[in-house]
């Protein structure tokens, strides 16, 4: 009987991670393939082979993200995009929606942003109850006229799904900066605590 649940769970150690893994890659490929509709007809791979291939929608979507961002980066593709960007901008219902969008993209997604760069730990939902958060940056607006002192931006991510959590402002002094990566602090905390990065003696970052 104790041969049995050691083979069933060593079982379900090797399976599940790549049962997960090919389900979420099959959803993320099926998606991807719905952008081969922009294409004429003719000229879909279905129509050309005779059969459907998983994956040419993940290299139309590659070839049009590439296309976009070298356009995007020169003088003229600049000059359209700050045209685009205002024009949109001036659509009372579009606008409030695609500036903040565009703010959360540029945060993630550009070469001089900031976001998810420093995993800390914090105090939270109480005093002595800790978790990992992440810097997103420093407050701003009216409400830095309210904060005594120096504050972080800092989002707390939810377990296993880390794309649901609480954006939090701490003082700088009860963030605890941690030396991991960000990928390893999200590892930690997608597996509620079960994959747990090699630890540093403190001896050795000079605490």
């Known amino acids: 009987m104790a041969a049995f649940r050691k083979w069933l769970l060593a079982g379900l150690l090797v399976i599940v991670p790549v049962a997960i893994t090919a389900w979420v890659?099959?959803?993320?490929?099926?998606?991807?393939?719905?952008?081969?509709?922009?294409?004429?007809?003719?000229?879909?791979?279905?129509?050309?082979?005779?059969?459907?291939i998983p994956g040419f929608g993940v290299l139309l979507a590659l070839a049009i993200l590439l296309l976009v961002g070298a356009t995007a980066s020169n003088f003229l593709g600049r000059k359209l995009v700050a045209w685009w960007d205002a024009l949109l901008n001036r659509i009372p219902v579009v606008r409030s929606i695609y500036s903040g969008v565009k703010q959360v993209s540029d945060t993630l997604f550009s070469e001089t942003?900031?976001?998810?760069?420093?995993?800390?730990?914090v105090q939270w939902p109480r005093p002595d109850v800790w978790t990992i958060g992440f810097v997103t940056g420093t407050p701003g607006g009216d409400v830095v006229n309210y904060l005594q002192?120096?504050?972080?931006?800092?989002?707390?991510?939810?377990?296993?799904?880390?794309?649901?959590?609480?954006?939090?402002?701490?003082?700088?002094?009860?963030?605890i900066e941690l030396n991991m990566s960000v990928d390893e602090a999200l590892k930690y905390v997608v597996s509620m605590g079960v994959v747990s990065p090699i630890a540093v003696p403190s001896t050795l970052l000079g605490k």
């Open 113 to 121: 942003g900031n976001a998810f760069r420093t995993a800390v730990l």
């Open 25 to 52: 890659l099959e959803g993320v490929i099926a998606t991807l393939d719905k952008t081969l509709l922009i294409l004429p007809e003719a000229w879909q791979p279905d129509r050309l082979i005779g059969f459907h």
């Open 149 to 175: 002192g120096e504050y972080l931006s800092v989002y707390v991510p939810t377990t296993p799904n880390p794309t649901g959590g609480y954006f939090v402002m701490l003082k700088k002094s009860d963030c």
